[in-house]
């Protein structure tokens, strides 16, 4: 057999998703399509201010308590907080409290409908305290409302000496950009399904991307060892971030009450309250300095970028590093400053989000970027192109980039493939007499892949495979399947490895007594780390097979695989290979300083609107939508392309639809009524375009991609409402009454 | 709430005649999965806006949360368990297999129904009409591209690979 890695009989090719048919059928099993015999339905009492003390739970009237299984903080086992980051969210109100919708007391019967009239009896007599709703009052310290200063992180990143720049500069330009709060929306709530007990320990089935995160944060929970708590994932609805670190939370809720009630109890958000509680986009805040020569160089980038965290720390550190590292983009600038921090508000604690802090610090980047070539009076394409970040430059961090990049050849292509420079014209020309006003625009940008800086170092991820005794290799790995497609791309990259058939791939559960720890599945990370882990675990177990005589090293086929799979077990019993994450050589992450290698690789794209505002309704419609990227080299063509598609239409929400109204710290409108995402009669045609260079580290040569697309369409769409009505907006999400203030605003 | 407020509602699911016991403003939704334990039919927001839970009654399209068991005494109901002929799989589902309309899988059951249901009454539909046909039934993995495609493809038998 020649080499499988020329071949490629699997890699690159659409091959269906490996658990298609039990989704088209309804075959496929969701948290809550499990029930267990003499189950329990949980519900959960939250706060209904935004700051204050508990000072008493008055129970209400005609419910038969004593039939309920109640679960105060005071019955915790172990440790009352979400084992995470920092620990300071606890998974039910002792006393004090800091936001709406924050859990104090868990219920439990087996009437489903009976518990939720329990759970609406309840009221809490408290003490109010002032809270703390906006970026800009907790920045002023309007009142403390956590720590010292209500600074949960923040970042310094520091190149050459931008204070240098600013007398010399021929232009300085300033700016300011806002996003708001977005919710993922993932069509199947949140849920959990627990069996918790002194002697078996704790149980929990349910709707997750993070098993080993549950699992961490059991463990504290009730103080056991590891082995007493076990983790599985069901198949899940949808998760883009809204299921990294929520489900802990849940997990706990619903375990806390097996524990005390000795029966199963299941926890089913119903819409409202997944909305309403549970994590969100951060809104954020970025102001830009800038100073540029007359022709076009940047000289100098002063970025300050603020996140609004929520509550609690949570994930909020993390987010902004991705948001920081980002700010300053696929950009060549000598000069740069980046000072970044997430603050404390007393909304529910924000979190992760596809692109999870990039999307907000890109957006307010690129509409900069426009507003400096408009006062150059360059295009803004002609403005990118003189700064565009070459093969062995240095982005903001310092890192110099290793591989080819070729923006300018992304940008003709997605200019050619959109009809970009005919149309500028065109609209032009067209928006003179015309009631209607068409525009195009587009957004340049990077996508890091991969945990930010020495963060896969740490996290060590171990993936498994092992031969079945049905002659299959099955593949361990705690990296779950909500949608993107993980069980299949695992499956065609340990097959282009082996050789042998795609359908001799099997892809286990995620389930923690029975799969490693290859890491939480977020950041763009399963494909490019977890999926080379994959193929290397998959490559250890030929060689054993090899090794031990019941393999010829090559010119087998697939059936000589599973003979020898098979003959190995039977002398030797159980075969497995678990490979370990190792970095690649010269990564070098300077964690004090934020400086140096902050991904192992970068995707780079150009996306570019097309729409058409009527000022009349004040409606901005998107028309027509190209996404030209590289990502390395593509798995599976159909399912990459459906990530692209999936993160532009969310991105075109986020842009135009979603807007979440806050009213004292809590979401307003947490209903599918009045939070509006796009339906199939809003969006345009998506037409996606790969660039391949593949990238030596990953599997078969791929980068990642999930959350790529989740950065451009806001600033491509803003760009080409610029173009159609020449009125520049720093803000989103754009729904009509704002576009209305923006446009009457400038006719005034 | 008590037992004896129950009704009984004969109604044919699936080709098969059932009696529900429910109380008359049951969600026909929770009847079909807690009573039937046909779970393939989905909830995503219980107010009738994301379409997870469609189902064909008497073959129109309906969300089965907003519609009591009362409502189907007599009915014909059939949901995602009663596509599928045997093991052989609708045309519609077999394009959203080879062609991506599936993601997360969560709205793909209702989906699959609204589809069906689009080409029912429309054999070969503009890309308006499905645009139009699918409106009611909310995605937010795909973008709703490649369940286009799925749906474009499942009119173009002979492309449909079974």
Request: charged share 25%; aromatic share 8%; with cysteine.
């Given at each position: 057999m020649s080499s499988p890695k020329t071949e490629r009989r699997f890699v690159g090719k659409s091959v269906p998703r490996k658990e298609g048919r039990d989704k088209v059928t309804g075959a496929a099993r969701y948290v809550d399509d499990i029930r267990f015999p003499e189950m329990l339905y949980g519900a959960t009492v939250r706060t209904t201010s935004p700051r204050g003390r508990i000072k008493e739970i008055i129970f209400g009237e005609n419910v038969p308590w004593d039939e309920f299984t109640i679960v105060t903080a005071k019955d915790i086992p172990g440790e009352n907080y979400v084992a995470l980051i920092l620990n300071d969210q606890p998974y039910l109100v002792e006393e004090f409290f800091n936001h709406t919708e924050e859990p104090v007391l868990l219920l439990a019967h087996e009437d489903k409908f009976l518990v939720e009239k329990a759970r609406r009896s309840i009221r809490f007599e408290i003490e109010e305290f002032s809270p703390v709703f906006t970026i800009e009052d907790s920045v002023n310290k309007r009142e403390i409302i956590w720590g010292e200063d209500n600074v949960f992180k923040s970042f310094l990143v520091d190149k050459g000496n931008v204070d240098e720049v600013w007398e010399s500069a021929d232009v300085i330009v300033e700016g300011e950009y806002l996003t708001g709060a977005q919710e993922q929306l993932y069509i199947e709530n949140n849920g959990m399904i627990a069996i918790a007990n002194h002697e078996d320990g704790v149980t929990v089935w349910g709707s997750m991307q993070c098993p080993y995160y549950v699992h961490k944060a059991l463990i504290k929970l009730f103080n056991l060892p590891e082995e007493k708590v076990r983790v599985v994932q069901t198949e899940t609805g949808g998760g883009f971030g809204g299921k990294e670190e929520y489900p802990s939370m849940i997990a706990g809720h619903a375990a806390l009450l097996s524990w005390k009630s000795g029966r199963p109890v299941k926890i089913i958000y119903d819409r409202a309250e997944d909305m309403a509680a549970t994590t969100k986009r951060h809104p954020s805040h970025t102001r830009h300095r800038t100073a540029v020569s007359r022709d076009g160089k940047l000289l100098g980038m002063e970025i300050d970028f603020t996140v609004d965290g929520g509550a609690y720390a949570t994930l909020s550190a993390v987010v902004l590093s991705r948001g920081t590292i980002h700010a300053a983009g696929p950009y060549l600038c000598p000069n740069v400053r980046i000072r970044s921090r997430a603050v404390a508000t007393n909304a529910p604690p924000h979190g992760a989000f596809r692109g999870f802090g990039a999307p907000q610090s890109i957006f307010g980047l690129e509409r900069h970027m426009d507003k400096i070539a408009k006062t150059l009076g360059l295009s803004p394409e002609e403005f990118r192109r003189r700064n565009f970040i070459q093969e062995g430059q240095t982005t903001a961090t310092q890192q110099v980039i290793h591989e080819k990049v070729d923006l300018s050849g992304l940008m003709d292509r997605a200019f050619e493939l959109s009809g970009y420079n005919e149309k500028r014209e065109k609209f032009a020309e067209q928006n003179k007499s015309s009631r209607l006003k068409k525009g195009i625009g587009f957004a340049s940008f990077m996508h890091g892949a991969g945990f930010t800086g020495s963060g896969e170092k740490y996290l060590e991820s171990v993936v498994g495979a092992e031969a079945t005794e049905q002659g299959n290799v099955r593949i361990l790995a705690a990296s779950t399947?909500?949608?993107?497609?993980?069980?299949?791309?695992?499956?065609?990259?340990?097959?282009?490895?082996?050789?042998?058939?795609?359908?001799?791939?099997?892809?286990?559960?995620?389930?923690?007594?029975?799969?490693?720890?290859?890491?939480?599945?977020?950041?763009?990370?399963?494909?490019?780390?977890?999926?080379?882990?994959?193929?290397?675990?998959?490559?250890?177990?030929?060689?054993?097979?090899?090794?031990?005589?019941?393999?010829?090293?090559?010119?087998?086929?697939?059936?000589?695989?599973?003979?020898?799979?098979?003959?190995?077990?039977?002398?030797?019993?159980?075969?497995?290979?678990?490979?370990?994450?190792?970095?690649?050589?010269?990564?070098?992450?300077?964690?004090?300083?934020?400086?140096?290698?902050?991904?192992?690789?970068?995707?780079?794209?150009?996306?570019?609107?097309?729409?058409?505002?009527?000022?009349?309704?004040?409606?901005?419609?998107?028309?027509?939508?190209?996404?030209?990227?590289?990502?390395?080299?593509?798995?599976?063509?159909?399912?990459?392309?459906?990530?692209?598609?999936?993160?532009?239409?969310?991105?075109?929400?986020?842009?135009?639809?979603?807007?979440?109204?806050?009213?004292?710290?809590?979401?307003?409108?947490n209903q599918m009524t009045n939070y509006i995402i796009p339906t199939s009669a809003d969006i345009p045609p998506i037409r996606v375009f790969f660039a391949e260079n593949p990238y030596a580290y990953g599997p078969a040569g791929a980068k990642g991609i999930g959350e790529l697309p989740m950065d451009g369409a806001a600033p491509a769409i803003l760009s080409a409402i610029e173009n159609a009505t020449g009125v520049s907006i720093n803000h989103i999400p754009l729904v009509p009454e704002s576009l209305m203030e923006e446009l009457e605003t400038e006719t005034i | 709430m008590s037992e004896v407020n129950k009704v009984e509602i004969t109604c044919a699911v699936n080709g098969e005649e059932r009696v529900l016991h429910a109380y008359p403003m049951a969600r026909l939704l929770d009847a079909l999965r807690e009573e039937l334990r046909l779970t393939g039919t989905k909830e995503g927001c219980g107010e009738g806006e994301c379409g997870a839970c469609s189902v064909l009654i008497n073959g129109e399209i309906v969300n089965s949360c907003l519609v009591p068991v009362a409502q189907v005494a007599g009915a014909e109901i059939k949901t995602i368990e009663g596509i599928a002929n045997d093991q052989k799989l609708h045309a519609v589902q077999e394009a959203f297999i080879q062609h991506g309309g599936a993601q997360c899988g969560i709205c793909t059951p209702g989906m699959v129904i609204a589809a069906i249901n689009l080409l029912e009454k429309t054999e070969k539909p503009t890309e308006a009409e499905i645009r139009d046909g699918l409106a009611g039934n909310l995605c937010r993995c795909t973008g709703y591209m490649k369940i286009f495609e799925a749906v474009v493809r499942a009119c173009q038998e002979e492309d449909v690979k079974v």
């Amino acid at each position: 057999m020649s080499s499988p890695k020329t071949e490629r009989r699997f890699v690159g090719k659409s091959v269906p998703r490996k658990e298609g048919r039990d989704k088209v059928t309804g075959a496929a099993r969701y948290v809550d399509d499990i029930r267990f015999p003499e189950m329990l339905y949980g519900a959960t009492v939250r706060t209904t201010s935004p700051r204050g003390r508990i000072k008493e739970i008055i129970f209400g009237e005609n419910v038969p308590w004593d039939e309920f299984t109640i679960v105060t903080a005071k019955d915790i086992p172990g440790e009352n907080y979400v084992a995470l980051i920092l620990n300071d969210q606890p998974y039910l109100v002792e006393e004090f409290f800091n936001h709406t919708e924050e859990p104090v007391l868990l219920l439990a019967h087996e009437d489903k409908f009976l518990v939720e009239k329990a759970r609406r009896s309840i009221r809490f007599e408290i003490e109010e305290f002032s809270p703390v709703f906006t970026i800009e009052d907790s920045v002023n310290k309007r009142e403390i409302i956590w720590g010292e200063d209500n600074v949960f992180k923040s970042f310094l990143v520091d190149k050459g000496n931008v204070d240098e720049v600013w007398e010399s500069a021929d232009v300085i330009v300033e700016g300011e950009y806002l996003t708001g709060a977005q919710e993922q929306l993932y069509i199947e709530n949140n849920g959990m399904i627990a069996i918790a007990n002194h002697e078996d320990g704790v149980t929990v089935w349910g709707s997750m991307q993070c098993p080993y995160y549950v699992h961490k944060a059991l463990i504290k929970l009730f103080n056991l060892p590891e082995e007493k708590v076990r983790v599985v994932q069901t198949e899940t609805g949808g998760g883009f971030g809204g299921k990294e670190e929520y489900p802990s939370m849940i997990a706990g809720h619903a375990a806390l009450l097996s524990w005390k009630s000795g029966r199963p109890v299941k926890i089913i958000y119903d819409r409202a309250e997944d909305m309403a509680a549970t994590t969100k986009r951060h809104p954020s805040h970025t102001r830009h300095r800038t100073a540029v020569s007359r022709d076009g160089k940047l000289l100098g980038m002063e970025i300050d970028f603020t996140v609004d965290g929520g509550a609690y720390a949570t994930l909020s550190a993390v987010v902004l590093s991705r948001g920081t590292i980002h700010a300053a983009g696929p950009y060549l600038c000598p000069n740069v400053r980046i000072r970044s921090r997430a603050v404390a508000t007393n909304a529910p604690p924000h979190g992760a989000f596809r692109g999870f802090g990039a999307p907000q610090s890109i957006f307010g980047l690129e509409r900069h970027m426009d507003k400096i070539a408009k006062t150059l009076g360059l295009s803004p394409e002609e403005f990118r192109r003189r700064n565009f970040i070459q093969e062995g430059q240095t982005t903001a961090t310092q890192q110099v980039i290793h591989e080819k990049v070729d923006l300018s050849g992304l940008m003709d292509r997605a200019f050619e493939l959109s009809g970009y420079n005919e149309k500028r014209e065109k609209f032009a020309e067209q928006n003179k007499s015309s009631r209607l006003k068409k525009g195009i625009g587009f957004a340049s940008f990077m996508h890091g892949a991969g945990f930010t800086g020495s963060g896969e170092k740490y996290l060590e991820s171990v993936v498994g495979a092992e031969a079945t005794e049905q002659g299959n290799v099955r593949i361990l790995a705690a990296s779950t399947e909500i949608g993107q497609g993980t069980n299949t791309i695992f499956g065609q990259i340990a097959s282009e490895a082996l050789g042998i058939d795609y359908n001799l791939i099997e892809v286990a559960k995620p389930d923690t007594s029975n799969v490693p720890n290859s890491g939480p599945t977020v950041a763009s990370r399963t494909c490019m780390i977890v999926g080379k882990l994959v193929e290397s675990a998959a490559l250890g177990l030929k060689q054993t097979l090899v090794g031990s005589g019941f393999l010829k090293d090559s010119g087998y086929t697939s059936e000589d695989f599973s003979n020898a799979c098979r003959a190995y077990i039977e002398k030797h019993g159980a075969l497995k290979s678990f490979s370990k994450y190792q970095q690649p050589e010269g990564i070098n992450w300077d964690d004090e300083h934020y400086r140096g290698d902050a991904y192992g690789a970068y995707a780079w794209a150009v996306y570019v609107a097309e729409v058409t505002v009527d000022p009349t309704v004040y409606e901005a419609h998107v028309d027509d939508f190209v996404a030209v990227q590289e990502v390395g080299r593509v798995i599976n063509p159909v399912l990459a392309t459906g990530q692209i598609e999936g993160g532009v239409a969310q991105g075109i929400g986020y842009t135009l639809y979603e807007n979440v109204v806050w009213r004292d710290g809590r979401m307003a409108n947490n209903q599918m009524t009045n939070y509006i995402i796009p339906t199939s009669a809003d969006i345009p045609p998506i037409r996606v375009f790969f660039a391949e260079n593949p990238y030596a580290y990953g599997p078969a040569g791929a980068k990642g991609i999930g959350e790529l697309p989740m950065d451009g369409a806001a600033p491509a769409i803003l760009s080409a409402i610029e173009n159609a009505t020449g009125v520049s907006i720093n803000h989103i999400p754009l729904v009509p009454e704002s576009l209305m203030e923006e446009l009457e605003t400038e006719t005034i | 709430m008590s037992e004896v407020n129950k009704v009984e509602i004969t109604c044919a699911v699936n080709g098969e005649e059932r009696v529900l016991h429910a109380y008359p403003m049951a969600r026909l939704l929770d009847a079909l999965r807690e009573e039937l334990r046909l779970t393939g039919t989905k909830e995503g927001c219980g107010e009738g806006e994301c379409g997870a839970c469609s189902v064909l009654i008497n073959g129109e399209i309906v969300n089965s949360c907003l519609v009591p068991v009362a409502q189907v005494a007599g009915a014909e109901i059939k949901t995602i368990e009663g596509i599928a002929n045997d093991q052989k799989l609708h045309a519609v589902q077999e394009a959203f297999i080879q062609h991506g309309g599936a993601q997360c899988g969560i709205c793909t059951p209702g989906m699959v129904i609204a589809a069906i249901n689009l080409l029912e009454k429309t054999e070969k539909p503009t890309e308006a009409e499905i645009r139009d046909g699918l409106a009611g039934n909310l995605c937010r993995c795909t973008g709703y591209m490649k369940i286009f495609e799925a749906v474009v493809r499942a009119c173009q038998e002979e492309d449909v690979k079974v």
